[in-house]
């Protein structure tokens, strides 16, 4: 392990050296060509030396005025920054939650992104102060791309999550965090980097046309106009310098930073869900365009017994379940109203959490590891889903269905992946837990019907 340990870290410093030779080489190409450009030249009022450009910079620095003006314009666009970030995102959540407001942003957002920035600074300087402009221009540029990237990540987040956090009644905020957030985030984050780079440049362009006091863009404007080339260079340098940084800052710190945020066991003070009475499941008519999938189609249901809903696949069987559990409606608007517990065909597991984590989501104050071991993963509880196989993951998702106990259980293929042996065993505890609920079991295997069906409906 050692040997290997070693190896790894030789590779990575070789790659870091790699990566420094390469900026440094870079750096020595472009400052050797600016040289032989100024000796072609050879007019310093056009093209200062780097020599002189670099010896001009050291005075600038050793300047108090030098640290003020650079914090300043910082000030201002971090703070252009910050509220254009915060607008992008409550438009994109607006734009995802209704459409009238997607209807009334999206020009505004398209003509942020289509007029010249100029044009944004001179009607600036009509409505608000002249120090106040390079951070609203900053905010306008980074607004439209905070929320494409926001409203891009809403629109992926994972259906089938956000569907498994309804069946089993997640609150909305543990939705958020656990469900919606890790997905929008990586998009969010690449907004940022973006961002960064164009709220510099836009604030740096409102500070040169109105001019500020005691800003990098007033700096440049006055060597412009005094012809001040050298100063000119040097504050340029500046500029891209800081850029270059502060992109450079944010993702080191985001490579850093990882939104995981904690799925603890905690004692709840709501009480388990109680069996209610069940009430028969209506009639369900329903069409797919034009071909008919469910023609007034019933199940009788009955607390204590399993229902097996047999029949070939496209028979409409999983889509009887989905409404049952309101998940879809059928012709007449008929959706499922008991409250129940859906084992989707899919596993449906949050990514990058483990089974225990996987199992707290559904319900914060379950015995986590108790259902762990009916289902025979106790040495698994701490591992990323990622690190199990098919096999277990079905069964973390098994483990995850009883910890949210209801008069109605919908099981949609559930024990599909694991071995015959695994399987009958993992299946009677299954069965077991669930006696005194209605199930309602979809399978292609006659095993399991014969095992632990009551009753049979063929579709």
């Known amino acids: 392990m050692k040997i290997f340990t070693t190896k790894a870290t030789e590779k990575a410093n070789r790659s870091r050296f790699k990566t420094w030779a390469a900026w440094i ?23 200062p030396s780097p020599v002189s450009v670099f010896l001009r910079l050291g005075e600038l620095i050793g300047t108090a005025a030098f640290w003020q003006t650079t914090l300043f314009s910082l000030w201002n666009v971090l703070r252009g920054l910050f509220w254009g970030t915060a607008a992008g995102v409550l438009a994109a959540v607006l734009i995802s939650v209704s459409p009238i407001m997607a209807c009334l942003l999206r020009p505004v957002l398209a003509a942020a992104k289509a007029t010249p920035v100029a044009s944004f600074i001179i009607l600036a300087l009509v409505w608000i102060s002249r120090a106040s402009v390079p951070s609203f221009i900053g905010g306008l540029i980074v607004s439209p791309v905070v ?16 569907e498994k956090a309804q069946v089993f ?3 909305r905020w543990r939705t958020f965090l656990y469900v919606v957030l890790p997905g929008v985030f990586p998009y969010f984050l690449s907004a940022m980097v ?8 836009a604030g740096i362009a409102a500070e040169v046309l109105c001019t500020p006091k005691m800003a990098i863009g007033t700096q440049l404007y006055n060597a412009k106009i005094y012809i001040e080339t050298t100063d ?7 500029v891209v310098l800081l850029s270059l940084l502060l992109e450079f800052a944010f993702v080191r710190l985001t490579r850093r930073f990882s939104l995981r945020i904690p799925l603890r066991a905690k004692k709840s003070k709501t009480k388990p869900a109680e069996s209610t009475e069940l009430h028969p499941l209506p009639p369900l008519t329903k069409h797919f365009g034009e071909r ?25 069987k999983t889509t009887c379940l989905r409404i049952w559990a309101g998940l879809e409606t059928d012709d007449n608007g008929v959706t499922g109203k008991e409250n129940c517990a859906f084992l989707f065909q899919e596993n449906r597991l949050l990514p990058g959490r483990t089974a225990r984590e996987n199992i707290l989501f559904i319900r914060p104050d379950a015995d986590a590891d108790g259902l762990l071991e009916w289902v025979e993963l106790t040495d698994s509880a701490d591992l990323p889903v ?38 009958d065993r993992v299946a009677k505890r299954v069965f077991e837990a669930l006696r005194g609920s209605a199930v309602i079991l979809v399978t292609h295997d006659p095993k399991e019907v014969q095992m632990f069906a009551d009753e049979i409906v063929q579709m």
């Not at 190409?29 to 600016?34: E, K, N, Q, S, V």
């Not at 009788?300 to 029949?311: D, I, Q």
């Open 147 to 162: 929320c494409g990237n926001v409203a891009q990540g809403l629109r992926e987040t994972d259906p089938e999550l956000l």
């Open 25 to 47: 080489l870079c750096a020595l190409f472009w400052l050797g060509l600016w040289q032989i450009v100024y000796r072609a030249v050879d007019q310093e009022i056009l093209i």
């Open 386 to 423: 990622e690190q199990l196989s098919g096999g277990m993951k079905r069964r973390v998702a098994l483990a995850a269905m009883l910890a949210a106990p209801a008069p109605l259980v919908l099981l949609d293929e559930p024990f599909q992946g694991l071995d015959p042996a695994l399987r």
């Open 194 to 201: 973006t961002s960064l780079g164009l709220a510099w440049k």
């Open 232 to 238: 000119l260079f040097a504050w340029t340098f500046v």
């Open 292 to 316: 008919l999938v469910l023609d007034h189609f019933t199940l009788p249901v009955e607390a204590g017994r399993v229902t097996a809903l047999l029949g070939p696949s496209g028979e409409g």
């Open 169 to 171: 009644r997640v609150s």
